[in-house]
């Protein structure tokens, strides 16, 4: 097979058809950076995960005087609930589990609230009393909170024993399911720009009808007549997958790195050397998909 030959023919293929060839671009471009923006999120979302799971607390809330549950009573944890609190999660029973704890008294939380909730009217009506006073755990192993909960829940100066990681949980949930959203979107449009490419190939194929005829009478092979028609559908994609990709490195870089991490700096955030693990799955998709839709929709033509 003549390589000039062949790659002479690309050209023609994509100068005749320039307009579409563009729309296939654009389109490749934007259903591959939704496929990238999806696996940007999922590795965020570890990265999240990685970075809060570490640090989540269980928190256990001793009763105030504003709690009428069975173990409260609407009367204040005093000095005895307090301290049988503490020494249960000193004890031996549970320190294997333990990595540390720390004890926030009604002045403590206050002063908290009021950093928390400045500026905003309820700081106003709120008073020290009414804020618990709470144990911060902080497990060995973050697993484990239902120890906790077993151990504390139902005892009396207990109101109620949370564990941060349940409302972690609904955080990722929201965001997995935001990702899932744009997988699938991404995947309509993948199938979109399969349906352009087939489109663009047969075009392609038409206008050139005479010069495939010519090259049957010659006895050319139906691989050297696909070969140029193929190779047209791939650079298309393989040009929008190169974009996606870049749009893809320059969100984490500019927009992630740039923005979020200066302006949002709570949690932790995919570096652009993570982000290079991208480009690769979206070229490689961009080229295998194209390659198929081109050779499905020409090996149809030359059948017909």
């Known amino acids: 097979m003549r390589v000039g030959l062949v790659l002479g023919e690309v050209w023609n293929g994509?100068?005749?058809?320039?307009?579409?060839?563009?729309?296939?671009?654009?389109?490749?471009?934007?259903?591959?950076?939704?496929?990238?923006?999806?696996?940007?999120?999922?590795?965020?979302?570890?990265?999240?995960?990685?970075?809060?799971?570490?640090?989540?607390?269980?928190?256990?809330?001793?009763?105030?005087?504003?709690?009428?549950?069975?173990?409260?009573?609407g009367k204040d944890a005093g000095e005895k609930e307090i301290e049988a609190v503490k020494a249960?999660?000193?004890?031996?029973?549970?320190?294997?589990?333990?990595?540390?704890?720390?004890?926030?008294?009604?002045?403590?939380?206050?002063?908290?609230?009021?950093?928390?909730?400045?500026?905003?009217?309820?700081?106003?009506?709120?008073?020290?009393?009414?804020?618990?006073?709470?144990?911060?755990?902080?497990?060995?192993?973050?697993?484990?909170?239902?120890?906790?909960?077993?151990?504390?829940?139902?005892?009396?100066?207990?109101?109620?024993?949370?564990?941060?990681?349940?409302?972690?949980?609904?955080?990722?949930?929201?965001?997995?399911?935001?990702?899932?959203?744009?997988?699938?979107?991404?995947?309509?449009?993948?199938?979109?720009?399969?349906?352009?490419?087939?489109?663009?190939?047969?075009?392609?194929?038409?206008s050139r009808r005479r010069e495939i005829g010519i090259m049957r009478l010659v006895g050319a092979s139906n691989r050297f007549i696909q070969t140029p028609f193929i190779l047209e559908g791939i650079i298309a994609a393989l040009i929008g997958a190169v974009l996606a990709s870049v749009a893809s490195v320059s969100i984490v870089k500019f927009f992630v790195q740039g923005f979020l991490v200066s302006e949002v700096p709570f949690t932790s955030y995919i570096t652009v050397e993570q982000s290079l693990i991208v480009p690769p799955i979206l070229i490689g998709v961009g080229v295998i998909l194209s390659a198929i839709a081109a050779k499905i929709a020409i090996t149809r033509y030359l059948r017909v």
């Open 14 to 73: 994509l100068r005749r058809n320039l307009s579409v060839v563009i729309s296939v671009i654009l389109v490749t471009f934007v259903s591959l950076t939704f496929v990238g923006a999806a696996i940007l999120m999922q590795l965020q979302v570890q990265q999240m995960k990685t970075f809060w799971y570490d640090r989540a607390q269980v928190a256990v809330y001793l009763c105030t005087d504003f709690d009428k549950s069975a173990t409260c009573a």
């Open 88 to 206: 249960a999660l000193g004890s031996d029973t549970l320190k294997p589990y333990i990595d540390d704890f720390f004890f926030v008294d009604h002045d403590q939380a206050y002063t908290e609230f009021t950093k928390q909730f400045k500026g905003n009217p309820i700081v106003d009506i709120t008073k020290p009393e009414q804020l618990n006073q709470t144990f911060w755990i902080k497990l060995k192993d973050p697993s484990r909170s239902d120890i906790i909960k077993e151990t504390f829940s139902g005892i009396p100066g207990v109101q109620s024993v949370s564990d941060q990681r349940s409302l972690l949980d609904r955080i990722f949930l929201f965001l997995g399911v935001a990702s899932y959203t744009a997988i699938a979107i991404a995947g309509l449009m993948l199938v979109a720009a399969m349906l352009l490419i087939s489109t663009t190939i047969r075009l392609s194929a038409y």
